[in-house]
Structure formats: structure tokens, C-alpha cells
């Protein structure tokens, strides 16, 4: 199942809510598995909005695809017991990967229980489990929008490498400077775990700027008032967004960028277009080829 190329390929979904959109997430996941990904990922609403709705579009992954499948699990909200349960869940169901996260709270939804942080959710994990899942964790370049100070940030993440993580993967960003000054700060931390950059492919603006206010990604001046120019033009919207996306991606490889994660958003076209126009996966084939663009 997992291949042994150098780039970590990845996918991430959420749990739909209706039926349409249901089907939808499965001809998006058939058509990714194309690419031979390493693993899709499947959000977790925290507080455990989405428990049984992720569990579901899991089982359906793995039925419906070759590609392992690797589930968000989010602690805010919820009480050891509660985590176990899911963590037994996954178990037995032969998930190898999680992504291990603290969440956000949705105003007015309960309070936020025992777990306050995601490291904590990690040490929970390899408490309850040894070393029997590979751990994620996020990573935030332009740093997470609550940190007291950048630095606090980065050793958020050492932190929770120090309880178990594996590796990282980060928000998205736009800006490969923010990737590239973050690895180096990490390193200066002893970070030294792949970490792996977030993709957000571009499909719309205002609910693109919409997220990118609340999940403290920013979108640089230039990007913005291309954006904004194309006004309802959705068409152009998503044209220029491919070009941007995969200038971006390709600085990163050719940078030494571990992999790609994409946000899909449930909609395989656009990460299906930038992935191609990479040609990623003779890269991927290719030892020499990717020694070569790294050097
Ligand atoms: P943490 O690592 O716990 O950090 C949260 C904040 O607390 C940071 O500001 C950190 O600096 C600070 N902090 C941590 N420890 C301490 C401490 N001991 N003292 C003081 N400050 C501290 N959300 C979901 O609900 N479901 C998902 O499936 C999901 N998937 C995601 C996938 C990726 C790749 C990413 C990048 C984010 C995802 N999120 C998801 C969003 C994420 O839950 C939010 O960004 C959340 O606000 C922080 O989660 P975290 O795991 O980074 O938290």
C-alpha cells in the first residue's frame, strides 16, 4: 500500500453532510487514489461533532480505495475515556496513521474538558497505544493565530514531538518564505521531523479570505488584489489560483520540501491539475530526477 516514494503524497477530506455530498467525496477520493497518494486524511469536528461521520468515511475509504487512510482526531471537548474509544475504534479497524489535534471549540458547544492542548492528546496516544500509530501533528509557519510569540509556537511543536509526533504537517500558506524561515527556526529548536506543507488550492475568494481570518493564514497583497480583480469571475478564479498553487508547490520541492498535503475540500480537480502539471509522480518514480531538483 504505501509506496516508497521520496514525497509524501497526501489528501485530506471531511466528513459530508448530506448524501450528495457524500458521493461527491467518493468520485474525489477514486479519482486522487489514481495518483497513488501515501495516505488520505479525514478531518474530526472537535468536540466530536463528526465522531461518527469520520469513522464512516474511513470504513468507506478503505473499502472503496487502496490508499491507507489516516484520521484527525481533535481532544478539545472530550475526556480520556472518550478518546480511547475512538482510539480502540481505529485500531480495529487497521488505521496505522492518525493526525493528532487540539481543535477549536464552536462557540456555545460544551466546555473544553480535560485535554487543553494536542500535545497532551499525543501523550494520550503513545500512553494508550506504545507505538502502534504513526503520529501527525500540525505546524504553523505563519504561526497559530493563539501563541503568545512565535517561538512559543515553535516549541508548541517540539513539545509535541517530545510526547510522540512523527511528523508535522502545516496550514497552508502562500507565501514558501514563511516554510522556509520556519524550518530553519525549527532547526535551530532540534526539530528535525518531516514537515509537511499544507496546500490550499484556490476555489473561492471571499471564503478563502473568510477561513484565512480565522485560521491566521495570510494572503499576500499581490494574491489578494488579483483575486479580488476577477470579481465573480469563478472560472478565472480557479485558473490563476492552478498557476499560483503550483509555482508555490514547485518552490517547495525544489526547496527540499518533505511532500505535499492538500485540502481538498472534498473536490479532487484542482489538486488533480496542480499534481499533473508538476508531473509529480514520475518525480516521484525518479530517484535521480528528485536528487536532482533538490541539489
Ligand atoms: P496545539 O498544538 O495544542 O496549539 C494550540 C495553541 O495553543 C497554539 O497557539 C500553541 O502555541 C498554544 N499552546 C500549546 N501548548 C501550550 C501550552 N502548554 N501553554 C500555552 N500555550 C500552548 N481542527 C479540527 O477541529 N479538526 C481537524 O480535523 C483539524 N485538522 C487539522 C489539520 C491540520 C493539518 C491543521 C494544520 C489544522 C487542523 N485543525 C483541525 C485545526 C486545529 O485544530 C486548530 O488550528 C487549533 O486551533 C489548534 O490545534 P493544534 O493541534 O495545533 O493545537
Not at 482510539?87 to 479497524?93: D, E, G, M, P, V
Not at 503513545?126 to 501533528?137: N, W
Request: aromatic letters at 10%.
Amino acid at each position: 500500500m504505501k509506496n516508497q516514494s521520496p514525497l509524501v503524497i497526501s489528501f485530506e477530506f471531511y466528513p459530508p453532510k448530506s448524501r450528495e455530498g457524500a458521493v461527491n467525496l467518493q468520485q474525489s477520493a477514486l479519482a486522487l487514489d489514481a495518483m497513488t497518494p501515501d495516505f488520505f486524511s479525514v478531518t474530526f469536528g472537535a468536540g466530536g461533532s463528526t465522531r461518527e461521520g469520520t469513522i464512516d468515511i474511513v470504513k468507506t475509504l478503505q473499502e472503496k480505495t487502496r490508499t491507507a487512510v489516516a484520521p484527525h482526531i481533535s481532544c478539545i471537548g472530550f475526556n480520556r475515556e472518550g478518546l480511547v474509544s475512538v482510539l480502540r475504534q481505529y485500531k480495529s479497524l487497521g488505521v496505522k496513521r492518525i493526525v493528532a489535534l487540539r481543535g477549536d471549540l464552536p462557540s456555545g458547544m460544551g466546555s473544553i474538558g480535560e485535554f487543553k492542548y494536542a500535545s497532551e492528546l499525543v501523550k494520550l496516544i503513545r500512553e494508550e497505544t506504545g507505538d502502534y500509530f504513526h503520529i501527525e501533528v500540525a505546524a504553523y509557519p505563519e504561526y497559530h493565530p493563539q501563541a503568545k510569540h512565535a517561538l512559543s509556537d515553535v516549541l508548541n511543536l517540539k513539545r509535541k514531538i517530545e510526547a510522540g509526533a512523527n511528523g508535522a504537517i502545516t496550514q497552508y500558506f502562500f507565501n514558501p518564505d514563511a516554510y522556509f524561515y520556519f524550518l530553519e527556526e525549527c532547526a535551530r529548536e532540534q526539530i528535525f521531523i518531516p514537515i509537511v506543507p499544507g496546500i490550499m488550492p484556490i476555489m473561492h475568494f471571499s471564503k478563502l479570505m473568510r477561513f484565512s481570518e480565522t485560521c491566521g493564514a495570510e494572503i499576500p497583497r499581490w494574491l489578494y488584489k488579483r483575486l479580488e480583480a476577477y470579481g465573480d469571475d469563478v472560472e478565472s478564479i480557479r485558473q490563476y489560483g492552478i498557476e499560483v498553487v503550483h509555482h508555490l508547490c514547485q518552490r517547495l520541492i525544489v526547496g527540499g520540501a518533505p511532500g505535499l498535503h492538500f485540502y481538498t475540500l472534498n473536490h479532487a480537480e484542482l489538486s488533480l491539475q496542480i499534481l499533473q502539471q508538476l508531473d509529480i509522480n514520475s518525480m516521484r518514480m525518479n530517484e535521480k530526477v528528485y536528487e536532482a531538483i533538490k541539489n
